[in-house]
């Protein structure tokens, strides 16, 4: 446990910030498992729909400092090749 005050204080912070971290990481999780989901199941209508879902929950992880903008880039370039892999 802390114990000096700027410890004790660092501890809080990020206890707070973990929360919008996991809730961060859910959010991209959530949609890249659905749109994979969505792509094995070689359903183009509802990955297409899917996408700009995905594409905003990577840009938030990325302005949030929760991703890497390369390894959102990334991410984002592969899911589209997914999906054009469809057609």
Request: no cysteine.
């Amino acid at each position: 446990m802390p114990i000096t005050s700027s410890a004790k204080k660092a501890l809080r912070a990020s206890k707070k910030k973990r929360v919008f971290n996991v809730r961060r990481k859910g959010a991209a999780e959530k949609e890249l498992k659905a749109f994979r989901k969505l792509v094995a199941a070689k359903d183009k209508s509802g990955a297409e729909k899917n996408l700009p879902g995905l594409y905003q929950a990577l840009d938030k992880a990325v302005k949030t400092n929760f991703l890497k903008p390369n390894a959102a880039s990334r991410l984002k370039s592969r899911a589209a090749a997914a999906l054009k892999k469809l057609a």
